[in-house]
């Protein structure tokens, strides 16, 4: 009898731990597909931008995206790799919907389209990022999100500046 108290006490004082181990795998799982997501995003986005926007500016910026976005891309899935979670490899139907939205803005007004959703989507990371390294469970991802957020905050910045023009 005794020894089942003892097995059942022990039982009982680890579910707490595999609760919480179960609440920082969920939290870095929601991390890194919208992260992903984001990236992914901001990528085809630029690629739209690069093929058949007019105004220089925004077309470099694309070109810095594709570039930028490009080696983040990697580094969160080796982090995510590391810390044991899998990271969506294809936009959810809400990113195909933006991106199609912005591949059939007219050619007067995709400049601006481009620029606008960039705003959007550089304050929606910049957010995420920053919560994530401060309250992300330690790893590889919360790392990596550390690294990648002054990217993000010197691309908003800039394209803050564009739009303000």
Same mark, same amino acid.
């Given at each position: 009898?005794?020894?089942?108290?003892? @097995?059942?006490?022990?039982?009982?004082?680890?579910?707490?731990?595999?609760?919480?181990?179960?609440?920082?795998?969920? @939290?870095?799982?929601d991390f890194? +597909?919208?992260?992903?997501?984001?990236?992914? #995003?901001?990528?085809e986005a630029?690629?739209?931008?690069?093929?058949?926007?007019?105004?220089?500016?925004?077309?470099? #910026?694309?070109?810095?995206?594709?570039? !930028?976005?490009?080696? &983040?891309?990697? #580094?969160?899935?080796?982090?995510?790799?590391?810390?044991?979670?899998?990271?969506?490899?294809?936009?959810?139907?809400?990113?195909?919907?933006?991106?199609?939205?912005l591949q059939?803005? /007219?050619?007067?007004?995709? /400049?601006?389209?481009?620029?606008?959703?960039?705003?959007? &989507? @550089?304050? /929606?990371?910049?957010?995420? #990022?920053?919560?994530?390294?401060?309250?992300?469970?330690?790893?590889?991802?919360?790392?990596? &999100? &550390?690294?990648?957020?002054? !990217?993000?905050?010197? @691309?908003? +910045?800039?394209?803050?500046?564009? +739009?303000?023009?």
């Amino acid at each position: 009898m005794k020894t089942l108290l003892a @097995h059942a006490l022990l039982l009982l004082a680890t579910f707490p731990v595999l609760a919480a181990d179960d609440a920082a795998k969920k @939290h870095a799982t929601d991390f890194a +597909t919208k992260a992903a997501m984001s990236n992914m #995003f901001e990528i085809e986005a630029a690629k739209v931008e690069v093929a058949k926007g007019k105004a220089n500016d925004a077309k470099r #910026f694309a070109e810095d995206m594709l570039k !930028d976005h490009g080696k &983040a891309g990697p #580094f969160l899935v080796d982090a995510a790799k590391q810390d044991g979670i899998e990271i969506p490899t294809s936009l959810d139907a809400e990113y195909r919907q933006k991106l199609a939205a912005l591949q059939q803005s /007219d050619t007067a007004n995709l /400049d601006q389209a481009y620029l606008s959703t960039q705003v959007t &989507a @550089h304050q /929606d990371a910049v957010e995420l #990022f920053t919560n994530y390294s401060k309250e992300g469970p330690d790893g590889h991802l919360k790392n990596t &999100a &550390a690294k990648i957020l002054p !990217d993000l905050r010197m @691309h908003l +910045t800039r394209v803050e500046g564009l +739009t303000s023009k």
